[in-house]
């Protein structure tokens, strides 16, 4: 019966569409679609050997960058493109938030093996576009090349009223020191990609969706940049030891943070028991918290505890205070133990620990 | 006597620095220092969650990005460090120029092996900040990542009059077809680079230091913008036949190139009749010549001719004029038939030829 049994064509093979199979100018004019804006500062995107914009006037630009590398700064066994592209602009939308501004433009460089699946790379470009427009910032144009791994490369505008940015320089001793949210989760939701286990399987996706879907703190940003509330501020991306030596460094004072006021949410400390893990090592040595760290005048504690929450819809909690530089930087435990606070968040070149 | 000769110290082999050694801060702290600027326009530059910048009134900015990866876009056995960091912001002032912009300010991310040596990296941002200030251009922050090979992310700033850039989209049936300097030379440089020969070395040192050293044709774009000469303008990066068909496809219209009018150098012609190559290949599928291509009415053509290479001390040459887009895109060759130009510029995901 095989032999006589008749040929059948086969079903042809659909090929997922690569930008091998429509080039490098197919695939800029499909992004080119849909990324279209109706933005009207925003003279002229995509299609031009540059974009044009027109800032607002009374208003100072900030610019910020982020280069991500498949393998190095994420895994797609973890992350879908969709998300990646929401967290590379949310990160950045962070920077901004940062600085007490708007985010605006972005310009977005992509580095793509020529096999990878369009399908892929218009779910990242979605998510990239969603949340930025969410927050105000327009993709208006980038670069396209090939490369072994996915490489992304954001760089992003965004505009504060002039004499306005927060900047990372105006801690003075006697400030109170602040910070958004909760701090670990998102290390802890790394954690907890890398290493699944079953008894911590229902505590765990509150963290690990912090760790995959950041959220930028913009309009704790904009209100303490807009009434001038804050003396410094500065984002927490790499761990919170290392973030209050970038502040105290650039503002030249020392700080005292109190372990016992440190914001852990109850996830990340119901994990920490399940795993047998210390909630301070994510803490202050984790990272992609996204968080934002600021100082605040003793005259304007109050009106921060009181409106920052009930305006931004953002929990803010003071965990410490600004010292003299020669005090330097101190951990003071439950116990009551003044330790050293030394820098030992992410550093890209370490050796992995 | 061998056996008895002394055992003296060997003498300590001295480890170059590289980014292991000295970490990303470390890293971040020596670019940051050798990058310092008294710009009045930077607010404050590296060493914040963003750079904040003063737009100068009266202006639209223009904004474009550039990723460039090793093994793909460059070969350190051709380019050193500090040449790539110069050809790298070239590239990037390239595109402020063919939008009749002033570059201002720009950040700068890079991807390292963690081995690399510091030395070249301090070479390569000379090159950038060297070729930067030369056109006004600062580097005002980045990104520094690890990787597995050399990638840079370049994102530049630039500013225009307000409603006085040149677009891609505003030539005009009837409006002549400019080009300045000379085309097709750094895509021969490159062919010397990959192919020496002993027969033509005395010829190619000027059509390798045109691929290597570019120089973007800021004067004239700045010309053609303020005095309102040209209806559109882009530089030429991957080759003529590309860009007469993304300028025509933006203008929607068509063109017409006459052979005999294209300007090719000396260097060029010898080059191509020694290696018996045909010099167009180069002129129409070459790439990276970053001359400028722009359209200008009838009307002042005479005024181009006369003033823009004496105020610039770069040539200028029509080649062609622009034509309803029915009639499409036409090489006159120098017999006098016409051929369809067909876009065959380089992409980079094509398979290679």
Not at 294 to 306: G, K, M, N, R
Request: overall charge neutral; some cysteine; hydrophobic content about 40%.
């Amino acid at each position: 019966m095989a032999d006589t049994q008749p040929n059948y064509p086969k079903p042809k093979k659909i090929e997922p569409e690569t930008l091998k199979t429509i080039g490098e100018f197919g695939f800029i004019e499909k992004i080119r679609e849909s990324l279209k804006t109706k933005n009207p500062s925003v003279i002229s995107g995509i299609g031009d050997d540059a974009a044009i914009f027109k800032p607002t006037p009374g208003h100072e630009l900030v610019f910020t960058t982020d280069m991500l590398i498949e393998g190095r700064h994420f895994d797609f066994k973890f992350i879908t493109p969709g998300q990646l592209g929401a967290k590379t602009m949310a990160v950045n939308i962070s920077d901004c938030a940062a600085m007490g501004a708007k985010p605006t433009v972005a310009v977005v460089s992509i580095g793509l093996p020529k096999d990878y699946p369009m399908a892929n790379v218009e779910a990242f470009y979605e998510g990239l576009k969603g949340w930025g427009e969410s927050y105000g910032a327009q993709i208006v144009g980038g670069d396209t090349v090939g490369s072994d791994v996915f490489v992304v490369n954001i760089a992003l505008i965004g505009e504060v009223e002039s004499g306005q940015a927060l900047r990372r320089s105006g801690a003075k001793a006697g400030d109170a020191l602040f910070v958004t949210g909760t701090l670990g989760d998102s290390a802890a939701g790394l954690h907890a990609l890398q290493h699944p286990s079953a008894k911590t399987k229902e505590i765990v996706p509150l963290l690990i969706k912090h760790h995959l879907m950041p959220l930028p703190r913009f309009n704790v940003g904009r209100v303490l940049s807009t009434k001038r509330l804050a003396t410094s501020a500065i984002d927490v991306s790499d761990g919170l030891s290392s973030e209050i030596h970038h502040l105290c460094d650039e503002s030249k004072v020392g700080a005292e943070i109190h372990e016992e006021a440190l914001p852990l949410s109850p996830s990340l400390l119901a994990y920490c028991e399940a795993e047998k893990l210390n909630p301070l090592d994510f803490v202050l040595n984790g990272g992609e918290d996204y968080e934002l760290l600021f100082t605040v005048p003793l005259t304007y504690i109050s009106q921060v505890v009181q409106k920052v929450p009930g305006e931004t819809g953002t929990p803010v909690k003071s965990i410490g205070r600004m010292v003299p530089a020669a005090k330097g930087i101190t951990l003071i435990t439950r116990k009551g133990e003044r330790l050293p606070l030394k820098a030992k968040g992410f550093d890209h070149f370490s050796p992995k620990k």
